[in-house]
């Protein structure tokens, strides 16, 4: 299966590979559920594989996390265009002007709460919040994914797809206000806006 | 000074720290005054909590033996 390590002593750097990528399984993975869903575990296979072939590129073993993490987007984004042209399953138009705070204070859906808005986030399993992501177009979840879940700063984001940290600014705040819109839109859908939805 | 609208635009990335110095003081004057906004930054925070907590994931054992597989078939090779 694929290519042999071109470089290094044989033996030692597959090891390396191995020792390097084994550890970092885990958190390929999770962040793989959030960007594609169940398409996971085949992305950070493939991710494996482009790496493997591309492990003499890799000089320092301190960078393999966001090595890692670049060839990982890069996978999804070639499983997307694999995909063909998603149908956008949210609604852009005002977004930006959206507050998911000024929503539940103004629809106050426990209102015998007094921490209603903790109370509001409080419903969301992880399959939830999985699903509000995934209805997210991916030109706005990867940042929201990779900034506030994977701990990256925006420039570091910027740099790895390689687009204008202006633009990448830009993309981060639709996509922050979209997960807002599309998390009540989700609550109200699945009956979550009721005290006790979830107790 | 600046309305509220902008001050919401600017909470996120005034707690990220990648506002301009000029921008963080005209944010930390509108919030000076405004409760409204308070609530929206003190809930920015809790939302920014909210995505890092649910940012891990268990590695399935069946997943992981397959990637480990991966790994074994790839050093192999």
Redesign the interface.
């Known amino acids: 299966?694929?290519?042999?390590i071109s470089t290094g002593s044989g033996t030692a750097s597959?090891?390396r590979?191995?020792r390097l990528?084994?550890s970092e399984?885990?958190r390929l993975?999770?962040l793989a559920?959030?960007l594609v869903g169940d398409d996971a575990?085949d992305v950070?296979?493939e991710t494996?594989?482009r790496a493997?072939r591309g492990f003499s590129q890799l000089a320092d073993d301190g960078a393999v996390r966001d090595w890692l993490t670049a060839i990982l987007v890069n996978c999804c984004h070639d499983l997307w265009r694999a995909q063909g042209r998603r149908v956008e399953t949210v609604e852009l138009e005002k977004a930006?002007?959206f507050?998911?705070?000024?929503k539940i204070?103004d629809e106050d859906p426990f209102p015998y709460s007094d921490s209603v808005?903790?109370d509001f986030?409080q419903q969301?399993g992880?399959e939830d919040?999985?699903a509000v992501l995934a209805s997210l177009p991916e030109l706005y979840r990867v940042p929201?994914v990779l900034?506030?879940?994977?701990?990256y700063h925006?420039?570091e984001v910027a740099f790895m797809l390689e687009v204008p940290l202006g633009t990448m600014?830009a993309r981060?705040?639709r996509g922050?206000k979209l997960?807002?819109r599309e998390l009540w839109s989700y609550a109200e859908r699945n009956g979550l806006l009721k005290e006790g939805a979830r107790a | 000074m600046i309305t509220c609208a902008e001050a919401v635009r600017q909470l996120w990335d005034y707690l990220d720290g990648i506002v301009e110095e000029s921008q963080r003081a005209q944010v930390e004057e509108h919030l000076a005054f405004c409760r409204r906004c308070c609530g929206e930054l003190e809930f920015a925070e809790e939302l920014r909590a909210f995505l890092a907590a649910h940012a891990e994931d268990d590695l399935p054992p069946q997943v992981r033996a397959r990637l480990v597989a991966t790994l074994d078939e790839l050093g192999g090779a």
Request: without cysteine; proline residues 0%; aromatic residues 12%.
């Open positions: 299966m694929g290519d042999a597959v090891e590979f191995r990528a084994e399984l885990g993975y999770a559920r959030r575990e950070v296979q494996l594989l493997y930006d002007e507050s998911l705070f000024r204070a808005h903790l986030l969301f992880g919040v999985r929201l900034v506030h879940m994977a701990g925006v420039k600014l981060l705040h922050r997960f807002e």
